[in-house]
């Protein structure tokens, strides 16, 4: 074995215990790397009352509604398979609206409603010019904001 | 509004898209014009001592 | 091949030739790109002109992940093979990578802000993008943290090698764990979900920047080379060969003198 190989080997070994340590640190930290918990991982996880999450999903459709002030918004925010009622005070992001993403921070009280603190709006993957999006709509091709794509996320 | 407004107001998103596209100039641009600069000087260098070898020899 | 390449004296007359070839080319791509992108390109039917700013930030982001790769390799081949070559390489890539990292981080924050609703989050992908950034600046501080030069490139070589764990995680953060930022939209499996009209600005952008890279690291390696050139000819005619700019020999109170 020539000192080029000796070298060769110590560095295969050397990555191969910290792909290995990598992928044990992430598995152990796994709970604390998402940013968000969907409505249904929400209901799955029994959370501490005063506790702040976040919670992430798709607006839902024909859910939004102002309050008389127009500065306080209620809606639901859904996985497809479970959803949750959040209230909220502030500005909303340009972005957010109905049937796209949103991830809203602050604490799901007692009654099963989530008052958020701050609500961000996320959005998909898709990236294309009005004209396109009105020509699928015509030919029957569209689907709707990302719905696909965050009901199956987990 | 005018087309040429219309282009610089990005549709009211002016000053995010400008900045962004000001700030990756100004990096890549600027590590361009440092490195270029480094790399004149290092030739002058190189030219200077090997003239100045021979002048020696 | 590694050792046909490895040859400096071959780098040095390549490059010359390959140096002013590359440079039009990447103006001239770069100003197609830019045109294509601020005045043709349609704006995107969610996000308006604001998606205008992918076109510097994804080609950006692809810098910052395969720059670091091409460290990381060259690091390799200079650990294992102590090819000259490949530690100019890597110490030459290292401050460009660090700088597309900035303009990614820089531009990502600036498209977070109207569309998201914030300059900033830390979620799986941006926390590791800003893990990748301080690899960069580890990596420059340690290379040239050392009078002896070999002594500090091999050091930071490990740390360049270390830091790879890092690429798959920036890589499938999106696809792993929930976050803000949205999953991948051009190499994914599937096909790109971006239309043409913004996919194509996209790609010559990215290509604008890699030719930028190019020219960049061939005009940082043939600096360094010059300048260890410089300091042959300085021991050779005998003189104290002088510091680096920057770069003054530090004598600390405790340094013991043998």
């Known amino acids: 074995m020539t000192r080029k190989q000796q070298r060769l080997g110590l560095l295969a070994l050397g990555m191969a ?5 990598t992928v044990l640190v992430l598995s152990a930290f796994n709970d604390n790397l998402v940013f968000f918990y969907s409505p249904s991982e929400l209901k799955a996880t029994a959370v501490a009352a005063d506790r702040r999450v976040r919670i992430g999903g798709l607006v839902e459709a024909n859910s939004l509604s102002r309050g008389a002030d127009a500065r306080s918004f209620s809606f639901r925010i859904t996985d497809g398979a479970d959803d949750v009622a959040v209230l909220y005070q502030g500005l909303l992001p340009d972005l957010f609206r109905e049937g796209q993403g949103a ?3 602050g ?3 007692p009654d099963g409603i989530f008052a958020a603190s701050s609500v961000l709006a996320k959005h998909d993957e898709n990236y294309m010019p009005r004209e ?11 689907q709707e904001g990302g719905a696909a794509g965050m009901a199956q996320k987990k | 509004m005018t087309e040429i407004g219309a282009f610089f107001a990005m549709g009211g998103y002016a000053g995010f898209v400008w900045s962004a596209y000001g700030i990756a100039a100004a990096v890549l641009g600027g590590l361009s014009v440092y490195s270029w600069r480094r790399y004149r ?4 260098t190189v030219e200077r001592l090997q003239q100045d070898l021979g002048r020696r020899r | 091949m590694i050792n046909w390449l490895a040859n400096p004296a071959r780098f040095m007359r390549l490059s010359a030739k390959a140096v002013p070839w590359c440079s039009w080319t990447a103006v001239l791509v770069l100003a197609v790109g830019l045109f294509w992108s601020l005045m043709v390109a349609p704006p995107d039917y969610q996000q308006g002109d604001t998606v205008r700013i992918m076109y510097v930030h994804v080609p950006a982001a692809w810098m910052a992940l395969s720059v670091y790769l091409f460290v990381a390799v060259a690091s390799a081949v200079a650990l294992v093979w102590r090819h000259p070559l490949a530690e100019v390489a890597a110490r030459a890539a290292a401050p460009i990578g660090a700088a597309f990292t900035f303009v990614c981080l820089a531009t990502g924050s600036l498209w977070g802000r109207p569309m998201w609703g914030t300059w900033w989050v830390w979620d799986a992908r941006l926390t590791s993008v800003l893990i990748l950034f301080f690899l960069y600046l580890g990596y420059i501080a340690l290379a040239n943290a050392f009078d002896d030069p070999s002594r500090g490139g091999r050091a930071a070589a490990v740390l360049a090698l270390v830091g790879v764990v890092n690429l798959p995680i920036i890589k499938f953060s999106v ?3 929930n ?5 991948a939209s051009v190499m994914r499996i599937g096909g790109p979900r971006i239309d043409i009209s913004m996919l194509a600005p996209l790609l010559i952008m990215a290509l604008g920047f890699t030719l930028l890279f190019a020219v960049l690291l061939m005009v940082r390696m043939r600096t360094a080379l010059n300048e260890r050139r410089a300091m042959a000819l300085r021991l050779n005619a005998g003189a104290i060969p002088a510091p680096r700019p920057g770069r003054e020999p530090v004598v600390s109170a405790n340094t013991v003198v043998p």
């Open chain 1, 17 to 21: 215990a910290l792909g290995g340590a």
């Open chain 1, 103 to 105: 991830v809203a921070e």
């Open chain 1, 107 to 109: 604490k799901l009280r």
């Open chain 1, 132 to 142: 396109v999006v009105d020509a699928l709509k015509k030919s029957g091709h569209w």
């Open chain 2, 41 to 44: 000087d290092s030739i002058v």
């Open chain 3, 175 to 177: 696809d792993w764990w």
């Open chain 3, 179 to 183: 976050t803000l930022h949205q999953p």
